[in-house]
């Protein structure tokens, strides 16, 4: 029988509350699902280091059993063919994420028309969730609770507090 494996790519810096309810829908639908880290060149100021980003998502997938967790360099398509991949997954939150994602799915279509990208939506109430923002309100000292599993908190709290560090240490004229 033909086995779908898919692909979920994404920067994931850090997992956040909504990518998660993504995978748990994914793994759902697709016999294997693989999420991907993508070593981003454009990207090259994460936040988390990518070994850092790869053991939250671990920790927090452990649970299910078809998802694996792996990285990845250079062009998502042939990530795809090399893991024979047949389908790749994408979150729309809002309409204002259909250009871009419109866009890529239709880029890498073009590169690679065996691949078929399958957009789901998380629920609801993530809607407004980004990593980014999950980020500055971790910079800003917000409220994290509901937007990031507690693991996940706790390593965005110990980073900040590290970056703090690194900043008062640098000695001023
Ligand atoms: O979480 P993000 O930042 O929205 O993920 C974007 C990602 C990593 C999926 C995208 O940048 C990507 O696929 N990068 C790999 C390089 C590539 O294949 N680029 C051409 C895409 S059309």
């Known amino acids: ?18 990518h998660l309810d993504l995978i748990r829908r994914g793994c759902q639908l697709f016999d294997q699902l ?32 078809n998802v694996m967790v ?11 063919i090399e893991k024979r991949a047949n389908a790749v997954l994408r979150g729309i939150r809002a309409v204002s994420d259909y250009e871009f994602e419109l866009q890529m799915a239709l ?11 399958v957009f789901m939506m998380p629920g609801e109430k993530y809607s407004y969730l980004s990593s980014r ?24 709290r110990r980073k900040v507090a590290e970056r703090r560090a690194a900043a008062d240490a640098i000695p001023t004229k």
């Open 107 to 117: 880029m890498n279509r073009k590169i690679e028309p065996s691949v078929e990208t």
């Open 70 to 80: 792996d990285a990845f360099e250079g062009l998502l398509m042939n990530y795809c």
């Open 34 to 65: 693989i999420v991907a880290i993508a070593r981003n060149p454009e990207k090259e100021s994460s936040f988390f280091t990518l070994d850092e980003r790869m053991a939250m998502l671990q920790a927090m997938t452990a649970e299910l059993e």
């Open 1 to 18: 029988m033909r086995q779908i494996i898919a692909i979920y790519p994404g920067s994931f810096d850090p997992v956040t509350n909504g």
């Open 133 to 156: 923002i999950v980020r500055e309100i971790a910079l800003l000292g917000g409220p994290l609770t509901g937007l990031v599993p507690e693991f996940v908190e706790k390593q965005l």
